[in-house]
C-alpha cells in the first residue's frame, strides 16, 4: 500500500484537484458556525440516550437533498425517509427540508468505534482528558448491500492508510471479466480508487472503514462488505482514531432511550435484507424497551410502536401515552417486570399481553 502522494499530477488532475478543495472549503466552514462544535459532535448526555434535536433548513436552488444532507452530516437514505415529498435531486427553491439530525446512541459500551448497520451510521467516542467532557461523534455510512453484508462482530483497528491501493477481489474481476471489462490487479491512489484517500484496516480480514470516490451514495447499502465514508469525515477519523481502538458492529434495527427530559423514545430503521420476513422487529422492540424501563413499566403506547415498528421513519419517536389517555387493558393486572417480558408474552390474560394484541391489530 502506497503510503505517499504521487511525485507529479498530470494538468487536468490537478485542476480537477484545485476545483474539488474550492468546493470543500465552504462546507468546512459553514460547519462550525460562530465557533461552534463541527457538525455531528455532541457532548454524551449526563442523563438519557438522545443527543441532537431536528431541524429544518429552507433549500436553494441549487441545493439537492444530498448535497444538503452532507453539509449536516447525514446520508442520502436518512434524507430520504425524512423528506419523502421531496424531490432528491431538485427539492426547489425555497423548500423547507427536514434533517434528521437526532439520535438516540445505540445500546452497549460507549467507547471507541460503534456501527450501527441497519441505521447505516458510525458513533466515535474519543478519548476524553482527565477533567474533559466526554464527547461522541456521528457520521453517516455506506455498508455492505445484499449477498455482501457487513458482518456483526466485535474487532479493533490495526493500521491507518493513507493513499491505498485497492486490489479488486476475485469475484468482482470475474464478474468484470464476464462483462467484457477485466479490471486492473491493483488500482493505484488517485480519483479511480474507490477507497478514497483514507483508510483505516480492521482486524477482521478484508473489511476496512474508508472513504470513498462515489461520495453521492454515502448512507444505503452499496458495498462489499467494508464501511465507506464522505471523504472529510474518513479523513478527521484518520487522523485521529489509534490504532488498537475497539470497534463493534452492531445490529440495531430499533433503539429506545430517555432524552434529558424524561421522554421516552425510540427509533426505527429499515431491516437488513436478509433479516424480511421475520419476527424479530417486534421481539426487538420489546426487548429494547425492557431494557430502557428499568425498574418500573411505564405507560407505552405500543400502537404508535408497531406503527415505527413497520413504517420506519428513522427520527425519534415519543412513545409514553399522555396521563388523560386511557389505558388499554381493561383489567387490572400487575405489569410484567423486563425480567420476565418474554414469559407473560405467553400469558393470554396479561395487561401488557392484552396491549399488544390490541396494538398489532
Not at 413504517?311 to 389517555?325: D, I, S
Amino acid at each position: 500500500m502506497n503510503m505517499h502522494l504521487p511525485q507529479r499530477l498530470a494538468g487536468p488532475l490537478r485542476a480537477a484537484l484545485a476545483s474539488a478543495l474550492l468546493a470543500i472549503t465552504p462546507l468546512a466552514l459553514a460547519e462550525t458556525p460562530n465557533g461552534e462544535r463541527p457538525v455531528g459532535h455532541y457532548p454524551i448526555p449526563e442523563q438519557g440516550d438522545v443527543i441532537g434535536s431536528i431541524q429544518t433548513v429552507t433549500a436553494a436552488k441549487e441545493d439537492t437533498l444530498i448535497d444538503i444532507g452532507h453539509r449536516f452530516g447525514l446520508g442520502i437514505e436518512e434524507m430520504r425517509r425524512a423528506n419523502p415529498e421531496l424531490s432528491l435531486w431538485y427539492p426547489g427553491a425555497g423548500a423547507e427540508v427536514v434533517l434528521p439530525t437526532q439520535h438516540i446512541l445505540p445500546p452497549g459500551p460507549r467507547d471507541g468505534i460503534v456501527v450501527n448497520l441497519p441505521e447505516m451510521r458510525l458513533y466515535y467516542y474519543p478519548p476524553a482528558a482527565s477533567g474533559e467532557t466526554p464527547m461522541v461523534e456521528t457520521y453517516p455510512i455506506s455498508v455492505g448491500r445484499d449477498g455482501f453484508a457487513t458482518p456483526v462482530a466485535s474487532t479493533r483497528t490495526t493500521m491507518n492508510i493513507k493513499d491505498p491501493h485497492w486490489a479488486p477481489p476475485r469475484s468482482m474481476r470475474a464478474e468484470a471479466a464476464a462483462r467484457g471489462e477485466p479490471p486492473p490487479a491493483v488500482v493505484p491512489p488517485g480519483p479511480d480508487n474507490p477507497l478514497g484517500r483514507h483508510a483505516i484496516l480492521l482486524a477482521l480480514p478484508s473489511y476496512l472503514i474508508h472513504g470513498t470516490n462515489q461520495p453521492d451514495g454515502v448512507g444505503m447499502r452499496a458495498s462489499r462488505g467494508c464501511i465507506r465514508m464522505l471523504p472529510r469525515d474518513i479523513e478527521s477519523l484518520y487522523s485521529r482514531v489509534p490504532v488498537g481502538t475497539a470497534v463493534h458492529l452492531v445490529n440495531e434495527p430499533f433503539k429506545a432511550g430517555w432524552d434529558a427530559d424524561g421522554a421516552l423514545l425510540v427509533q426505527s430503521f429499515p431491516l437488513l435484507d436478509e433479516q424480511e420476513g421475520s419476527f424479530e422487529p417486534v421481539l426487538n422492540a420489546l426487548e429494547m424497551l425492557a431494557n430502557a424501563f428499568g425498574d418500573e413499566q411505564p405507560p407505552v403506547d405500543y400502537a404508535r410502536v408497531r406503527a415505527e415498528v413497520e413504517v420506519p421513519k428513522g427520527q425519534p419517536v415519543a412513545v409514553l401515552r399522555e396521563a388523560r389517555e386511557e389505558p388499554i387493558e381493561t383489567a387490572e393486572e400487575p405489569q410484567p417486570t423486563p425480567e420476565g417480558l418474554y414469559r407473560h408474552l405467553g400469558e393470554p390474560d396479561n395487561g401488557l399481553y392484552q396491549q399488544i394484541e390490541l396494538a398489532m391489530g
